[in-house]
């Protein structure tokens, strides 16, 4: 079994929906990032969060500790939201390594 | 933002070459750097650590004499594809790290095809 595992692994939505991904971790963590690789490969650190909730633009991202599992939401989707997400976690024993989960395709139609 | 920069983006060349990427920080000076490889489809995999001054901690499995890192400055990190092969074509990937409770900040990746 993965120690970051994301769910679903592929989500098609149309233009307007309301998009939530899911991400479970079975280790101890210090931190989790949620991150965005672009169809040319580039990655952008969406979010980095230790605790409670973070809001930026139409993306929410929030983490429970206690349930190991955080969620990325996209509100008022667009088709420029498609990309891979990727949620990653600093483990507590890793220290500077990120533990990657397999990513999600968002697929999203006009 | 943060911002790093690599370079090339796309490489393609024969076999046998030697490929050099390069990754810097563009307005922060990073701790750490990372390298990773990532097939099609598949999650990134991390291929070795390196700090600035010192010799690069590599991965289980991942050559340290085919994949030579250089990291010269807390801003610039290179990875050396040394003798390419078909087998090493890959997308290539660094991310660079200030420390404790930050993000990693990562590149844009160079796709390297060997022929």
């Known amino acids: 079994k993965n120690e970051v595992e994301q769910s679903p692994q592929n989500l098609t939505a149309q233009e307007g929906e309301f998009i939530t991904i899911n991400c479970s971790y079975s280790?101890?963590?210090?931190?989790l990032h949620w991150l965005q690789q672009h169809p040319g490969g580039g990655i952008v650190s969406l979010f980095m969060l230790s605790s409670g909730k973070k809001k930026h633009g139409r993306l929410i991202a929030t983490i429970n500790i206690q349930e190991k599992h955080s969620s990325l939401h996209i509100t008022a989707s667009h088709p420029r939201d498609s990309a891979v997400y990727i949620c990653?976690?600093?483990?507590?024993?890793?220290?500077?390594?990120?533990?990657f989960g397999e990513g999600t395709q968002l697929t999203v139609n006009p | 933002g943060a911002v790093v920069s690599q370079h090339p983006s796309r490489v393609i060349c024969k076999s046998g070459t030697s490929v050099k990427i390069e990754c810097r920080s563009l307005?922060?000076?990073?701790?750490?750097m990372f390298w990773y490889r990532q097939f099609p489809k598949q999650s990134l995999m991390l291929m070795a650590t390196s700090n600035e001054g010192s010799k690069a901690t590599y991965e289980q499995g991942v050559e340290k004499d085919k994949f030579l890192i250089n990291h010269a400055s807390l801003t610039l990190s290179t990875l050396t594809v040394t003798s390419a092969h078909p087998e090493d074509s890959s997308f290539y990937i660094c991310?660079?790290?200030?420390?404790?409770?930050?993000?990693?900040?990562f590149g844009d990746g160079t796709r390297l095809s060997i022929l």
């Open positions: 991310s660079a790290w200030t420390g404790s409770h930050q993000p990693q900040h």
């Open positions: 307005d922060f000076q990073a701790t750490t």
């Open positions: 990653a976690v600093f483990s507590e024993t890793s220290g500077s390594r990120l533990t």
């Open positions: 280790v101890g963590i210090s931190a």
